[in-house]
């Protein structure tokens, strides 16, 4: 099946820093991706849908100052998280949509901001 | 607008037990529905799904779940549950656009 990969799947760093979070569709090609975060025992809450070429869609809440998200190609996506905060700190997950109404999820990112 | 709720936060069952997690939705449009299966400190992946075809629906592992239109209903189960059936289960639905609504999850247990 198809395959999506995070990198890195674990980062830790201090408060005010920026921290990108890649997301590759590794053997397809991907006009749209999606970007998830998940708080501890919470389910996923869509951020933003990436497209290739053009600016990102942000879901209502989410300040797309603070999560920079680039789609230069079709195999890649990156969400930089700036200027983090601890509150900031949850599990980022990516998804590439492969055809009409199928994702494939990316193995997760754990950020934790110190 | 489109919603799903996971009736059960946990559910624990036996090993060699039937597995039920229960899902419902609401949508204005027909809907696109899916069983996603989290394990911790994964992503998502994809038990079955729903595309207004076969309303019994056949997914990997032994899952299988219905569409019943009449409920609003898209209940997940599995005749006889293995301890690695252990993980977070999610429903999400979709509609006009690709972007999918997560229900809260239910966490599954097995016991030996």
């Known amino acids: 099946g198809a395959v999506v990969s995070q990198h890195p799947s674990w980062v830790i760093c201090k408060s005010g820093t920026s921290v990108k979070i890649e997301c590759r569709s590794l053997?397809?090609?991907?006009?749209?991706m999606f970007w998830y975060r998940q708080f501890p025992k919470q389910s996923l809450m869509l951020m933003a849908t990436?497209?290739?070429?053009?600016?990102?869609?942000?879901e209502q809440g989410v300040e797309k100052d603070k999560f920079l998200i680039n789609h230069a190609s079709l195999t890649l996506s990156t969400l930089t998280v700036t200027s983090a905060h601890p509150e900031d700190s949850s599990f980022y997950i990516c998804?590439?949509?492969?055809?009409?109404?199928?994702?494939?999820f990316g193995p997760g990112t754990r950020l934790t901001v110190l | 607008a489109q919603s799903v709720t996971q009736l059960g936060s946990h559910v624990s069952v036996s090993e060699g037990a039937l597995v039920l997690l229960r899902c419902n939705y609401s949508?204005?449009?027909?809907?696109?529905l899916f069983w996603y299966v989290q394990y911790p400190n994964q992503g998502l992946q994809l038990l079955l799904k729903y595309t207004s075809a076969a309303t019994l629906v056949k997914g990997i592992n032994g899952f299988e779940a219905e569409f019943k239109k009449s409920e609003t209903s898209f209940h997940l189960t599995k005749p006889s549950a293995h301890m690695s059936d252990a993980a977070e289960y999610f429903c999400?639905?979709?509609?006009?656009?690709?972007?999918?609504?997560f229900g809260t999850g239910t966490r599954l247990q097995v016991f030996p």
């Open positions: 998804s590439a949509l492969i055809m009409r109404n199928e994702q494939f």
């Open positions: 053997d397809f090609q991907a006009t749209t």
């Open positions: 990436s497209n290739e070429g053009s600016k990102a869609t942000y």
């Open positions: 949508s204005s449009v027909p809907p696109y």
């Open positions: 999400a639905v979709s509609g006009n656009t690709d972007k999918l609504i």
